[in-house]
């Protein structure tokens, strides 16, 4: 993939084929960081339903310890989200290109922290690391599913397949359903069948990534981590860098022009 076509995918300016590649890449990443998060915590992360039914059974039962766990998953993942949304304002209001590249940039950063945050509690184990690493992981899935559902207005998910599995299903009826002789053409029923395409590779990449992932984290440990941090990195510099140019360029012509 060629720096102009990575220049393009985290960029303010979107199509239809940027939005799918981007959307797929980082289904790919999901899946990868929350099975690698379910072999670091025990838990997944990257949808806030199960963390709903947990803080109403643990509410019922006493549980409080697990009330507020939940809690704090589901502020972490909100604040991600609220996190995407003020950078990708901010960058709008100052004409960036690289709008969606700031929330990808940080996530990478924050990859990074969670490997090293893992690799030290490994050795030094203390009551917090689980809570830490939970808010944590919250936290970037909500940054990246609000990175993905700005950009291609609500149409794409990526941290969570449950949307996903449903419209395919949708897709898949009208697939299969049938049409009788003589129904007008424009009351026929009809698949589109880019959605099912597109729906079903988020799920053979998520799926894929949960592979990989897995079986990364469980031969490597948390030093997994820096190849899907190289990913977002080589997402979201590129636009970045060219903003960064462009601010130079702008720079040093003012200079000149109060030369």
């Known amino acids: 993939m060629t720096l102009r076509v990575l220049r393009h995918l985290a960029a303010r300016h979107r199509t239809r084929a940027t939005n799918h590649t ?12 929350n099975a690698g998060g379910f072999m670091a915590v025990h838990m997944y992360t990257s ?14 039962i006493g549980e409080f310890a697990l009330v507020l766990a939940a809690i704090g998953a589901l502020w972490a993942f909100m604040s991600g989200a609220g996190t995407t949304a003020i950078l990708v304002n901010w960058a709008r209001q100052q004409h960036l290109g690289g709008a969606y590249a700031l929330p990808l940039l940080l996530e990478a950063v924050l990859m990074l ?27 970037m899935m909500g940054l990246q599913n609000a990175v993905v559902t700005k950009m291609s207005s609500a149409q794409i998910r990526t941290t969570h397949m449950t949307g996903v599995v449903t419209d395919l299903g949708i897709e898949l009826g009208k697939m299969l359903y049938w049409n009788r002789a003589g129904t007008p053409r424009a009351a026929r029923v009809r698949a589109n069948r880019q959605r099912v ?12 990534g949960g592979v990989v992932g897995a079986a990364g984290f469980q031969t490597f440990g948390f030093v997994w ?35």
């Open 22 to 33: 981007l959307g797929l890449m980082l289904a790919f990443n999901a899946g990868a960081m």
């Open 47 to 60: 949808h806030m339903t199960g963390f709903l039914a947990t803080l109403a059974d643990s509410l019922v």
């Open 113 to 139: 922290l969670f490997g090293l945050l893992g690799a030290a509690l490994q050795q030094w184990p203390t009551p917090f690391a689980v809570p830490l690493t939970v808010l944590l992981l919250a936290f």
């Open 197 to 208: 395409r597109l729906f079903a590779s988020l799920l053979l990449l998520f799926t894929g």
């Open 225 to 259: 981590v820096v190849p899907q941090a190289a990913l977002l990195l080589a997402l979201s510099l590129p636009p970045l860098l060219a903003d960064a140019q462009r601010l130079a360029a702008w720079w040093r012509a003012r200079r000149g022009d109060g030369a």
